[in-house]
């Protein structure tokens, strides 16, 4: 419930009233168990931020060839950021506020690792069977598969407005996760 609020209003917009009715609780409560509101919304980021990155640790990957593995990386996280559109708002709230939060959380770095071990670990594996091509790093692949993930949520609206094309409809995700996995693989694969 905290994260729909900060979510929807920021976290300056946010109000503790508004989370405490949500959650069926007291202000009191939450300052009891968080301390202030700051300490609220670095717990909601810290949770939201783990939710993927628990997602790409569960992955099994390892018997599979590499350009399924990395389409399987892309469609998961394509998934995870239609399932929770919220997750995106905080980023984009966390942006405008230059990280100031987020850095607050001083093993969320350490959360990042094992997204780019895992890519780097596909890459390596087709690199080595030759269906990969070299030069792109780990951080490249999370870099475009995030922005044409997040895209799809953060703008949405007014995609939606400009060229009647409603992303979240269940055809449109359907097809848009299928392009970002062809787009990763075909960007990896050797040029012929």
Known sequence: MAEEVFAEAGYSGARVDEIAARMSTTKRM?????????ELYVAVLERAYRGIR????AMDLG?????????RVAELTFDHHHRHPSFIRLVAIENIHHAEFLKKIGTLRELGTPAASLLEEILERGRSDGSFRGGVEALD???VISAF????????????YLFDYDMRSKAQRTHNRQVLGDIVVAWLSPVR
Do not use: W
């Open 63 to 71: 018997d599979l060839p590499p350009a399924e593995a990395l389409r």
């Open 54 to 57: 628990d997602a790409e640790r």
């Open 30 to 38: 939450i300052y009891y168990y968080f301390g202030s509101k700051e």
């Open 149 to 160: 993930c997040v895209f799809q949520v953060a703008n949405n609206h007014t995609f939606s």
């Open 141 to 143: 692949v999370h870099m």
